[in-house]
């Protein structure tokens, strides 16, 4: 009768202390620039060395620029961060991929693809999206710095069960409907605290028929529900997407490991402190008009009316109209738009550049939009090259960075300017994230392509 997460994390448990707090031995530690240096220093005032140097992997990537990387990045503190986060995995015989080698990239596209993620691991992170990893079968989480630094110097953390979610997603999606489309369809229908306090499994034969890719989209933004992380069991789908990668297991351990992965799921009889269950054809593309994730409704809708809004919300709601320039029961289409992102650790893979390079094939982006598609990996440009992607985009007028978080959360020189609109495939809307007083507009990518290419919010089937 256990979840897929029971198993997990039951197995990774080590001890339970008085208030029921648990002791959970951590497989892989993930580190950036960020969030790690205070985490170090912490250690070598105590004179601590890092515990498992061998199972945290580095790579820079919130800061780093997506133009001009052979430079040093322009911002003092940036350059600081960049420059302390080699200068610690050197000291600490810590794996780092650094900027402008072919594996840096965003630490949650980097992890699946070089096979460094597995099923089965518990994985960590200073880094609230860390829950991506869970689409390969993972207990993935975001933890503070404090945290990195309790995992560095004993490869545990100190964490608190939380409660099982599972939520189902049955039938076959609509036409131009992608994996952003039905997270962001999720969150408008249960809020932004709907998985408070819980550790989600996606399940359903809609999430069983996506690609890898697309998982990881949605596991990556379970945590704007509120969940502590996201989780998809294994499949042969996970089985192939990790055959052959640079750290997946080989020949027979290949195969010793495939056995204990197909064991990786929730039982028949498993109960789940809450459960829900979307039908797939009620999911069209989505965007979002508000200043939180959840504030989404479908491109060819309008935002809601005060009357709809639930009294205790109001203020809020009112609140983040009034930032974003909208009013109640404006219809979302025909808005105008002046920036597309495409990337991140959300939509920043090869499946999201495909799609979007596949949508504005054969025609031009519009003149008032500036657009930064931004590959979240080299690996992810390095195939965007070798595709033709990236030729097929400079035809239509929009231009390939380098790798990088970008404008996602705007800690390089990639922001947003203040009252400008921007379609964003990224993960967050709330004010200022992409810039001070950015306004943002979550989508997946052909949205994007639809409004890069209209100039305006668009249904992406009239493209």
């Not at 050197?90 to 990239?105: A, C, L, R, S």
């Not at 691991?121 to 945290?147: K, L, N, Q, R």
Request: with cysteine; charged share 20%.
């Amino acid at each position: 009768m256990n979840t897929l997460f029971d198993k997990i994390w039951d197995a990774h448990t080590v001890d339970t202390i008085a208030g029921g707090s648990c002791v959970l031995y951590i497989d892989r530690q993930y580190i950036h620039e960020v969030t790690s240096p205070q985490a170090f220093e912490g250690l070598r005032q105590r004179g601590i060395p890092v515990f498992r140097p061998a199972q945290v992997t580095a790579t820079p990537d919130h800061n780093i620029p997506t133009v001009n990387q052979h430079l040093p990045a322009s911002d003092p503190n940036s350059r600081m961060q960049l420059e302390t986060l080699e200068k610690n995995c050197e000291e600490h015989g810590i794996n780092i991929y650094k900027v402008g080698t072919p594996k840096n990239g965003i630490v949650h596209v980097v992890g699946p693809e070089t096979g460094t993620t597995q099923p089965g691991m518990t994985i960590v992170c200073g880094d609230s999206h860390t829950s991506t990893h869970g689409a390969m079968g993972c207990i993935a989480f975001g933890i503070g710095t404090s945290e990195v630094e309790m995992v560095l110097a004993s490869q545990c953390v100190l964490q608190t069960k939380p409660k099982s979610m599972r939520i189902n997603i049955e039938g076959e999606l609509n036409p131009n409907v992608c994996s952003k489309d039905i997270i962001l369809y999720i969150i408008s229908k249960l809020g932004t605290d709907g998985g408070t306090g819980h550790f989600i499994e996606f399940a359903g034969s809609t999430i069983r028929s996506l690609s890898m890719e697309a998982r990881m989209t949605i596991c990556n933004m379970s945590i704007e529900m509120g969940a502590r992380g996201g989780m998809i069991a294994p499949d042969q789908t996970t089985f192939d997407y990790l055959k052959g990668r640079e750290n997946a297991p080989k020949g027979e351990a290949w195969e010793r490991a495939v056995a204990e992965w197909s064991k990786l799921k929730s039982d028949e009889d498993a109960i789940f402190d809450k459960e829900v269950t979307f039908d797939a054809k009620d999911i069209l593309p989505m965007i979002t008009y508000g200043t939180n994730p959840g504030m989404g409704v479908a491109v060819t809708g309008s935002i809601p009316e005060l009357e709809e809004i639930p009294a205790v919300s109001e203020t809020s709601f009112i609140k983040s109209l009034d930032y974003m320039g909208f009013a109640p029961g404006d219809k979302m289409e025909g808005k105008k738009v002046d920036y597309v992102f495409v990337g991140s650790c959300t939509n920043g893979r090869i499946e999201d550049l495909r799609a979007f390079a596949n949508a504005v094939k054969g025609k031009r982006k519009a003149d008032n939009i500036t657009a930064w598609i931004v590959p979240g990996s080299r690996q992810v440009e390095k195939q965007a090259i070798e595709e033709g992607i990236k030729a097929t985009l400079e035809e239509a007028g929009f231009e390939l960075r380098q790798p990088g978080c970008s404008a996602c959360l705007a800690m390089n020189d990639d922001k947003i300017p203040a009252g400008k609109y921007c379609v964003a495939t990224s993960n967050r809307n709330f004010e200022g994230r992409q810039g001070p007083g950015a306004r943002t507009l979550l989508a997946g990518p052909l949205v994007a392509a639809a409004a890069a290419v209209n100039g305006v919010i668009t249904d992406p089937s009239k493209l």
